[in-house]
C-alpha cells in the first residue's frame, strides 16, 4: 500500500465507523464484517472476497494505535481538504501539470526526493515509483493480535501454571504457502500493472491517482491456476495449539498479555500478541481478598473459653493457630506468609476467622455441664448494656409486638 492509498482511502468508512471511534467498537465492526465475507462462507463470491481484503486492510491501519495516529495525520494534510492546494490551471503554480503521487514519490519533473522521503521514515511506506512499473518490496506487517480464555484451579492460579490453549487465525494457507496458486504451479506478473499493484488513474484535469490494479487486486501477481484450499486467496485459518504460562497471584477475570503468541506476521514481520482472559474455579475450603487468602474455622465452645491449639490447613500444609482464653465467635488471625504471591516476590497472609460451634442435639452429659454453666455464671447479664441507650421507660420507641 503506498502512502497516496493512506490519503485518498476513507478506512473508517470501509469498516462503517466514526473516525473517533474507540478501538473495541472498530475491533467489534472488523469481527462483524470478516465474518460476513470471509471467502469459506461465500465460495466463488468474488464481490465478497474483495470487501474481505478491504476489511482486513482497513483494520490492519485503524486497528492499530500506531498506524492509526499516522494515518489520521495524513488524511488531515492530504485527503481532507486541507493544507495545500494546486496552483492556477491543476499545476504547481508554475505551470508544471500536478500529480498527486509526486507527493509521494519523485518530485515535478521526476526529480528524486518529495514528501516520499519524509513519510517514508513516518509511516515505512516506499511510494510507487510513478512510470517505473515496478514498487518496492513489500513491508513486513505485524501479525494480528488475538484474545482467548482459559478456566483454571484455584490452587493453579496461586502457584502459576502451564496451559494448553487451541488458537484458530487467519494465517498464510499452508497448502499454496500464501500464493494463492495450486501446488505445482507459480503466479504470474500482472500484465496490467507490471506487478505493481496499483495504476495511474485520471482525478479529472491534470490531477492522477494511483488506484489499486482491478486485475491483481492489488497483489501485483495473477493466479492461473488457483489452490483448491483457499481458492486463490492466498490465506486460510489456521488452527494450532500454544503452550501459555500463567503467571502466579492471577485473579479470576484478569486479562494476561503474552508477547508474540498471536497470529504470525506478515513478510518476516513480528508476530501479533496473545490476551488471555483468565476465569478461575472456587476453593472448596479457600476464598482470596487481594493478596490474601481467607479461611473459616470451627473451633468448639471450650476450646474458645480455655484456649487452644488448633491445626488449620494451608495451600502448603497444616500450622497451628493458637486460640487465646476467650476467645469470641468471629475473631479472625493472620498466618503471615501462607497467601497469594506478590509482584514483590513476598507473599501474602491467611486470615483464619474461628466460629464457636454449638451442638445441634446435646447429650445428658453436655447439658449438664451446660446447666452447672449457666450456674457459676448466673450473676452476669449479657444483654445489660443494650438498654443503656433507651428511654425512661425502656422503650426505644418502636410501637410492634416483640
Known sequence: MTNADWATKDFYQVLGVAKDAPA?????????????????????DT???????????AYDVVGDTTKRAEYDQTRSMFGGGGGWSPGPG???????????????????GGAGGGFSDVLGDVFGRAGAQRGTGRRTRASARRGADLETSTTIGFTDAVDGVTVSLRLASDAPCEACRGTGAK????????PDCQGAGMRAASAGGAFTLNETCPTCRGRGMVVDDPCPVCRGAGRGLSDRSVQARIPAGVKDGQRIRLRGKGARGENGGPAGDLFVVVHVQPHRLFARTGDNLTLTVPIGFDEAVLGAEVKVPTLTGPVTVKVPPGTP?????????????????????LLVTVEVQVPASPSDEVRAAAEAYREATAGSDLRGRLFEATGPTGSSGGGGDA
Do not use: W
Not at 501446488?183 to 500482472?190: D, E, I, L, Y
Open 183 to 190: 501446488a505445482g504451479t507459480v503466479p504470474r506478473m500482472c
Open 90 to 108: 491543476g499545476g504547481y503554480g508554475d505551470g508544471v501539470p500536478f500529480d498527486i503521487n509526486d507527493l509521494f514519490g519523485a518530485g515535478a
Open 329 to 349: 465467635s468471629g475473631r479472625t488471625f493472620r498466618v503471615r506468609g501462607r497467601g497469594v504471591p506478590r509482584r514483590d516476590g513476598l507473599k501474602g497472609d
Open 47 to 57: 464481490a465478497a472476497e474483495d470487501r474481505f481484503k478491504a476489511v482486513a486492510e
Open 24 to 44: 473495541a467498537e472498530i475491533k467489534k465492526a472488523y469481527r462483524k464484517l470478516a465474518r460476513e465475507n470471509h471467502p469459506d462462507s461465500h465460495p466463488g
